[in-house]
């Protein structure tokens, strides 16, 4: 599985963000996209995730009520809508999959930048 992940860029506080994450999957069907993100000197953390079948969606306690998570099965692309940016979300945000019955996010997108000036 390959993952293109795109859409990071510079951003105002208070601004928006839409990430996306294109996979080479036949069906997003038994799959789970995740987003995470690694900040400057910070371990890569948890962001959100949605199940490919169901649409169903977790998130980060930082993000929830700001961040969406969604996708498009026809496309097999996964997006990460990012409103009411804080400069504290600024990092490299990556895009990964598993499948339904794994834990193992075991397929990986290049980063892409996210910087929020205050």
């Known amino acids: 599985v390959q993952l293109q992940a795109s859409g990071g860029g510079l951003v105002q506080a208070g601004g928006s963000l839409r990430l996306s994450c294109a996979a080479s999957?036949?069906?997003?069907?038994?799959?789970?996209m995740g987003w995470f993100r690694q900040a400057p000197g910070k371990e890569r953390e948890f962001v959100a995730e949605?199940?490919?079948?169901?649409?169903?969606?977790n998130y980060a306690d930082s993000v929830l009520g700001r961040f969406t998570a969604s996708r498009d099965r026809a496309k097999n692309t996964g997006y990460l809508q990012m409103n009411s940016l804080k400069p504290e979300d600024t990092a490299v945000y990556y895009c990964?999959?598993?499948?339904?019955?794994?834990?193992?996010?075991?397929?990986w997108g290049q980063g892409t930048q996210v910087t929020v000036s205050s």
């Open positions: 990964a999959a598993r499948e339904t019955s794994s834990r193992d996010w075991g397929y």
């Open positions: 949605i199940f490919g079948s169901s649409g169903y969606t």
């Open positions: 999957l036949r069906t997003f069907s038994g799959w789970v």
